[in-house]
């Protein structure tokens, strides 16, 4: 899908990676602990911090590096391990990362400490189950006022599933609405997880870090393998390195890897030379050698990140394991949006910085798309609606472009009548209803924990988005757990702001994928000046059409600016309008006074407007704000 | 008879614009350069200082040619009162006025007085603009006005009776003005002997108190489409009056059309002087004045004064000096006579480039062809923006980057004041 893959783009961004490696220089200068080879595993554990979003995993993870004095105290900056700007600024993680610590435990050992922090987010839930394969327990980490929210379920629940020891944490327990009992009853009660031993700690103050350190060190099993054995190691996550090229984090499982190995990525059969294995604390340190249960960074010199795919095993070339470790899967998009520059002239300006992105990203899939309406852009696949938005700001942060993206969609498989099968993605690329048998969307389970008072407007609103429901639990007097089967287009408009408003910001969310269902679907066109607009163009139910057409045509005629000519807006399903609005001819458009001979200053004002009109998008003879192109990402009903 | 050596020299431009950056108070939608006369400002300084400027530009390499047009803006230049008499003589001892000059100067009602008006008629001024805006109390009071509808009338009164031509200024789409009182108002105007009425829909512009107290919701904008009725309605009542439409905003007996506006529409270079004023030289100018130096194609030269009462800010006196090339001035020339009546000729627009945008403005039905002539059409002028802009951008072959002119700021000719 994606073109000319093996360019490096240069230029923007490079700088920044660079001032990241210079400062990783300076820790490398005070670290405390050199690095001994090949470590007894009884003395290592390897562990990961899981919670929902905002319940200060990060800062946690924090306070470890500090206390372990991994990183010296003027060195720390909030939430170290989140690298990215983006990352720091929402205070969510988005890539995993391991750095390894040396803990000096009650019994008098020091144990190597690898700290996996994974993706806080259900669209990196294949990422988080590899980064929890590399792993025997977690910290499941619960905000002590916030309680358990949907994806402390989904996080524990996959932590279970992995077969974890799971240390439950109680964080923020300095803050006035901590209420620990509370929560300890709801971790026991929601998630059937032991919790009289519960850790009672608080990021922001430092207390009971050193209290989890022990209970990691207690009792996460440490890890098991076979020395003797070919290598076995699994890749839990890559980046891309401009000078280095891929650089995978990977845990040995058995055997051992060194530099100078020659080594098979099973997936894809790639054979590669080791050029370097090291670890990160947190900046990248070389070690000679990572065995049996050790954590750390495997760099080949291989640039294309397709070749070195996360949950792949890595073996010895020769005479190297017959079998993978299990749970590879190839990660597939389940978002799609058209993102377009608002200046044509940066296209090829964006097509390398998703070139530059995806060399970090390999979950990120893109074609080359053009619309009439918008010119040449391109169908960006995303792993979900977080993962989309981080990749925009991205673009438009660090690549300075200007975007806009068209309604997201999901992918349709529409069935023809000859038989076969197309995957749609996009509204234009839907066929024509004559030859189509049938539709089928992605359905999703949807988890939705909520106070009781709020399940009324949790309902309605479900209701409103075609959401089955299935069930629905009390895990304690204040939460209540919903389970919903959804269409996924449903859940990707504005669902989640939408979810959040009616209940007051309580209501915590989590879904996953479980297949394709046949669904009663039209194509919704909007037509300027009788002239359909293909970016406005979506993908609705029957049943939903009226009313979504009407609020649209409705919308669309307070945004677009009078012109003039008048303008009707129709919104139609073939060839047939539903609604239709006017927005009224302009009368006078006319800047008639001239002061005292100032031309140049009426000369400007032309200028500006002939600006103001660039961009805005022109269609026939309409000219269209680039907010009518959003207003069908939200649709208040 | 000029001498040889005289001839050498490049006359200045015969058409100069004098900017009185006084006002009594400032009102809610203004925001041309001028400040409220608290007396912080001595009148007689301000006179010589503007006269010390225009003497500044008399240098060696330049020769004087006599005024077609003198210009008295603001402002308010009436709130000089006898000062602004003195000025206008020391303009004309420095400069001397060509025979059946149009000498225009621009009055507000609250500080024109009988006197005032007999006294510029004899200092030889022509021509008053009387800022009426409009004759209804109301709407005065909203606009920030500090004269009431019967001083408008009493202003009028005055300048007609010292033989004076009249123009008004009249400000069309006021929010809570009735079509009924619009068109009185225009009917008035007529009555009261004016030749000359320009109207100007109201603009909200960017800094003005009308513009925040439209942020703030304190007050509803103007409507659009109300602007657009009265501006209709002004061409029918004017027409009535034997006043015809010169210019988008400008309407006048036959014969009465202001000169000096002209000029500005016609692509001839006029001079400006004080704070806040623009001029415009041509290319033989600029160069003889020192403020573009070097070979280049330049067509013309636009300036502006800075926005200071009196331009003795350090280093440069000028906020903008913009340079365009032939093209570009053609362009411009394209662009601005299309704001009049009689349009451009076939050959400015081939010269232009801007035929086909002609052709497209047509198609639209903005615009006309007739004997040889482009002409705005009834819809053009209402959509004003549109043509003018798209002849501006839109022309055939738009200049390529080229080296532009070096600029001197500071040049010897026009910082005489600091001497």
New interface residues.
């Given amino acids: 899908m994606r073109t000319n893959r093996t360019r490096i783009a240069q230029g923007r961004g490079v700088a920044n990676t660079l001032c990241k490696r210079a400062l990783g220089y300076l820790y490398c200068g005070r670290l405390r602990y050199p690095y001994a080879p090949m470590t007894d595993p009884a003395l290592i554990r390897n562990f990961s911090i899981i919670a929902h979003i905002d319940h200060g995993k990060s800062t946690l993870a924090d306070r470890v590096l500090q206390l372990t004095h991994t990183v010296a105290d003027r060195d720390m900056q909030d939430q170290l391990l989140d690298s990215m700007d983006i990352e720091r600024e929402r205070g969510i993680t988005i890539k995993a990362q391991a750095v390894r610590v040396m803990y000096d435990a009650d019994d008098g050992n020091t144990y190597q400490l690898n700290l996996i922090d994974t993706p806080g987010h259900v669209d990196f839930t294949y990422e988080v189950s590899r980064s929890l394969a590399a792993c025997e327990g977690v910290i499941l980490v619960v905000d002590a006022a916030q309680g358990v929210e949907a994806q402390t379920v989904a996080n524990a629940l996959m932590a279970m599933n992995a077969h974890l020891e799971i240390i439950p944490l109680i964080n923020k327990i300095d803050l006035p609405a901590a209420d620990p009992e509370r929560v300890r009853h709801e971790i026991e009660e929601g998630l059937a997880i032991p919790a009289d031993e519960a850790v009672l700690a608080s990021g922001k103050t430092g207390e009971g870090v050193r209290d989890a350190l022990e209970a990691v060190v207690r009792l996460v099993p440490h890890p098991v393998g076979n020395p003797d054995a070919p290598l076995k190691a699994l890749i839990f996550d890559s980046y891309f390195d401009t000078y280095r090229g891929v650089v995978a984090l990977i845990r040995v499982v058995d055997g051992h890897v060194t530099k100078g190995m020659k080594v098979r990525m099973m997936a894809t059969s790639t054979v590669t030379d080791v050029e370097e294995v090291g670890v990160r604390r947190p900046a990248n340190t070389p070690v000679d050698t990572l065995g049996v249960g050790e954590v750390g960074y495997l760099i080949t010199g291989l640039k294309d990140p397709l070749l070195v795919k996360v949950g792949d095993t890595v073996t010895l070339a020769k005479h190297g394991a017959t079998e993978q470790l299990p749970g590879y899967r190839d990660v597939k998009p389940m978002v799609y949006t058209g993102l377009f520059p608002i200046d044509g002239d940066q296209y090829p300006d964006l097509r390398d910085a998703l070139e530059r992105l995806t060399l970090n990203d390999p979950a990120l899939i893109w074609d080359p798309e053009s619309s009439h309406a918008l010119g040449f852009g391109f169908r960006v696949g995303f792993l979900g609606l977080l993962h989309m938005e981080v990749v925009k700001e991205r673009l438009e942060r660090e690549f300075s472009l200007d975007l806009l993206a068209t309604a997201p969609s999901v992918e349709y498989h529409a069935y023809l009548t000859k038989g076969e099968m197309l995957a749609v993605h996009s509204p234009q690329d839907m066929p024509d209803p004559g030859h189509l048998e049938r539709i089928e969307e992605p359905y999703l389970r949807v988890t939705i924990l909520v106070p009781p008072d709020y399940v009324g407007p949790v309902m309605e609103l479900s209701d409103q988005r075609r959401g089955a429901f299935k069930d629905m639990q009390y895990l304690s007097a204040t939460t209540v757990e919903m389970h919903y089967e959804m269409p996924l287009s449903e859940l990707i408009m504005d669902f989640f702001d939408q979810l959040k408003s009616r209940t007051k910001g309580y209501a915590s969310l989590d879904y996953e994928y479980i297949g394709y269902r046949e669904s009663n679907l039209v194509k919704l066109d909007i037509l300027l000046a009788s002239k359909p607009v293909d970016a406005l163009s979506f993908i609705v139910h029957r049943d939903k059409a009226y009313a979504r057409g009407k609020v649209l045509t409705e919308k669309l005629r307070e945004i677009i600016p009078r012109q003039m000519f008048e303008v009707p807006i129709q919104a139609a399903i073939g060839a047939k309008i539903i609604s239709r609005e006017t927005v009224k001819a302009k009368r006078k458009d006319v800047l008639a006074k001239c002061y005292g001979g100032d031309i140049t200053r009426k000369r400007k004002l032309l200028e500006k407007q002939k600006e103001g009109k660039k961009r805005m998008k022109q269609v026939g003879s309409v000219e269209i704000p680039q907010e009518a192109f959003m207003a069908i990402l939200k649709v208040d009903e | 008879m000029s001498s040889p050596a005289e001839e050498a020299r490049v006359p200045l431009p015969a058409h100069l614009?004098v900017?009185v950056p006084l006002c009594r108070s400032k009102c809610s939608y203004c925001d041309?350069f001028s400040r409220a006369d608290d007396g912080s400002v001595s009148h007689s300084e301000l006179v010589d200082e503007t006269v010390a400027l225009l003497r500044g530009w008399l240098t060696p390499k330049v020769h004087a040619v006599p005024l077609e047009t003198l210009?008295v803006?603001g402002g308010t230049p009436t709130v000089l009162g006898t000062d602004l008499v003195r000025l206008l003589r020391e303009i004309a001892a420095a400069i001397p006025l060509a025979p059946g000059a149009e000498v225009t100067v621009e009055a507000n009602p609250e500080s024109l007085t009988r006197e005032l008006a007999d006294a510029l008629a004899s200092a030889g001024v022509t021509r008053v603009s009387v800022g009426v805006q409009s004759l209804d109390d109301a709407a005065l009071r909203w606009l920030g006005r500090c004269h009431d509808a019967a001083g408008a009338m009493d202003a009028m009164r005055v300048v007609r009776e010292a033989g004076m031509n009249l123009a008004c200024d009249l400000i069309a789409g006021v929010p809570g003005m009735s079509a009924e009182g619009w068109r009185a108002a225009l009917e008035s105007v007529v009555g009261a002997g004016a030749e000359h009425v320009s109207?100007?829909?109201l603009?909200i512009e960017d800094g003005t108190p009308l513009a925040s107290a439209i942020e703030r919701g304190e007050i509803a904008a103007p409507d659009?489409?109300e602007?657009?009725?009265a501006?209709r309605a002004a061409s029918e009542v004017l027409r009535t009056g034997g006043l015809e439409r010169y210019e988008?905003?400008n309407y006048a007996l036959p014969g009465r059309e202001s000169r000096h506006?002209s000029a500005?529409w016609t692509g001839r270079p006029?001079l400006?002087i004080g704070g806040?004023?623009?001029?415009?030289l041509d290319a033989a100018q600029a160069r003889a004045t020192g403020l573009a130096t070097g070979d280049f194609n330049l067509g013309r030269l636009?300036y502006?004064y800075v926005s200071e009462l009196l331009p003795d800010a350090p280093g440069a006196p000028f906020s903008?000096v913009?340079s365009l090339t032939s093209d570009e001035a053609a362009r411009?020339d394209a662009?601005?006579g299309m704001r009049m009546t009689c349009g451009i000729a076939d050959e400015l627009a081939e010269h232009a480039g801007v035929v086909r945008a002609l052709g497209a403005l047509a198609a639209?039905g903005l615009v006309l062809s007739e004997c040889g002539r482009w002409r705005p059409t009834e819809r053009g002028?209402?959509?004003?923006?549109?043509v003018?802009?798209r002849l501006?951008?839109d022309a055939e072959r738009l200049t390529p980057p080229h080296p532009r002119p070096r600029i001197v700021w500071h040049s010897a000719g026009v910082s005489a004041r600091r001497r």
């Fill in positions: 614009y900017h041309f210009y803006g109207v100007y829909p603009t659009e489409d602007a657009a009725e501006m988008v905003a506006n500005y006029y400006g806040g004023a623009h001029g415009m636009r502006a903008l913009e411009e662009m601005l639209d002028w209402l959509f004003g923006n549109e003018f802009g501006w951008s």
